[in-house]
């Protein structure tokens, strides 16, 4: 059922929308208003009226994003550490195994902050939400912005622990499909219907910055990229 007021679909049998907390009109208002007794063109023509509105988004979908995301991030990260050892090739010498685990850990943590931080506020969507077709919105429709988003990637730390198993539970048995990022900083993330040029135009960035990375990487440390034995 979708809510007249800001036209989220809401599951069967709620009675307030989870997002604007307005009142779900019932199937038997909807069957004896005036409108039920004109002709009906089809079978499906309330659902076509009102597919318009936004979706919760999948978790499907989510995760995919996540993994193009990370993707990418992964990519940042090689550039990042092949910058760090061409300027100071001795860097890890003399360095224990637990210190290093804690640099790259720390890295790695704030490089993806800063990811999610920065395009979820100002756009609504990473690289790889907008290729999916999600975004992240507050409850009046608007993006985020940067405040609500620290709050919101700030949480992805407790929401990944561990392998995001939290977030998923937290997110799947949730009105709304919401994680715990998601209820602190006030957002929901839904389906978002992206024009087929914008997409292949997200894709297109999304590959050039891999590529991009990755020949960085190359060329600051060659040797990164030899074959053992060769």
Request: hydrophobic share 50%.
């Amino acid at each position: 059922m979708y809510c007249p007021a800001c036209g989220v679909k809401n599951d069967d049998g709620q009675v307030e929308c989870f997002v604007c907390g307005k009142k779900l009109p019932s199937s038997l208002l909807v069957d004896l208003s005036p409108q039920s007794n004109r002709p009906r063109t089809g079978p499906n023509r309330a659902s076509k009226a009102t597919a318009a509105g936004p979706i919760t988004a999948r978790l499907g979908d989510r995760l995919i994003a996540l993994i193009l995301d990370s993707v990418f991030i992964s990519a940042l990260l090689l550039v990042i550490a092949a910058a760090v050892f061409w300027r100071w090739p001795h860097i890890l010498e003399n360095k224990s195994v637990w210190t290093l685990v804690v640099i790259g850990a720390a890295v790695t943590l704030l490089v993806a902050f800063v990811y999610h931080w920065l395009q979820e506020g100002a756009f609504g969507a990473t690289m790889g939400k907008a290729i999916v077709g999600v975004r992240v919105t507050r409850q009046d429709g608007t993006v985020p912005g940067l405040g609500s988003s620290a709050i919101r990637n700030a949480f992805r730390l407790l929401d990944a622990l561990p392998f995001y198993i939290i977030g998923f539970f937290v997110a799947a048995f949730s009105r709304g499909r919401r994680r715990l990022g998601d209820y602190a900083a006030g957002t929901f993330v839904l389906e978002h219907s992206v024009p087929v040029g914008e997409r292949v135009a997200v894709t297109f960035l999304w590959l050039a910055g891999i590529s991009a990375a990755i020949w960085g990487a190359w060329a600051l440390c060659p040797t990164w990229f030899q074959i053992p034995g060769r």
